[in-house]
């Protein structure tokens, strides 16, 4: 990704690089992305992206349980402190 787009940079026409498979409109969106980075920060963005992935389900997860237990507690007539 990081290579395709320094040749990109380098002036290699856009229509070129999807001799490899890559398609122009694939090129703008890593441009836009990941433009001026280099490898390894990208490989830190992706782990910093899977990670907030990971936490955001996290709490998605503890959200549900949380709402569960609190319809458990409603039916059967117990208060919980909050």
């Known amino acids: 990704m990081i290579g ?3 040749r990109h ?3 290699l026409k856009a229509g070129s ?3 490899h ?3 122009t409109a694939t090129l703008y969106t890593w441009k836009s992305k990941y433009g001026g980075m280099e490898v390894a ?3 830190r963005l992706k782990g910093l992206e899977d990670e907030n ?3 955001k389900q996290l709490v ?5 349980d949380k709402e569960a237990l609190k319809s458990v507690t409603r039916k059967n ?3 919980l402190p909050v």
């Open 21 to 23: 498979g890559i398609s």
């Open 77 to 79: 007539g117990w208060s």
């Open 60 to 64: 998605a997860d503890l959200t549900l």
């Open 53 to 55: 992935r990971r936490l």
């Open 41 to 43: 920060e990208v490989q």
């Open 4 to 6: 395709m787009l320094k």
């Open 17 to 19: 690089v999807s001799q």
């Open 9 to 11: 940079e380098a002036d």
